[in-house]
């Protein structure tokens, strides 16, 4: 069985509704976007740790961290994960350096 980004959201949104003394999701919601945003970095910056001083299953491991927290944030400020794919299908039709510079400039 594949477990997808999609599925992923989809337990985000059912585990938001639950009480936070079952759900890790809400209390995480529930202690705000600051905190959210704040888990979310400390993740990123054990991935990158892992990238290049750990193996591949802590590296595994460490990535599913970031996706599930970049998730989190994501439902607290109410983004949806098509968007966010919408965003990167826009993207595929120029470079990405053409798409990098035209960020800088605006």
């Known amino acids: 069985m594949t477990f997808t980004l999609n599925d992923l959201?989809?337990?985000?949104?059912?585990?938001?509704q639950e009480s936070a003394e079952v759900s890790y999701t809400r209390k995480l919601l529930d202690r705000g976007i600051l905190?959210?945003?704040?888990k979310?970095?400390?993740e990123a910056v054990e991935a990158a740790i892992a990238a290049v001083g750990e193996d591949q299953s802590r590296m595994t491991?460490?990535?599913?961290?970031?996706?599930?927290?970049l998730l989190i944030v994501l439902h607290?400020?109410?983004?949806?994960?098509?968007?966010?794919?919408?965003?990167?299908?826009a993207r595929t039709r120029q470079s990405g350096l053409d798409e990098k510079a035209s960020r800088k400039s605006g």
């Open 40 to 42: 979310l970095g400390e």
């Open 61 to 69: 491991g460490e990535a599913a961290d970031v996706l599930y927290h």
């Open 35 to 38: 905190h959210c945003a704040k």
């Open 9 to 16: 959201e989809k337990r985000i949104q059912a585990r938001a």
């Open 76 to 89: 607290a400020r109410g983004i949806s994960l098509s968007e966010v794919e919408a965003e990167l299908g």
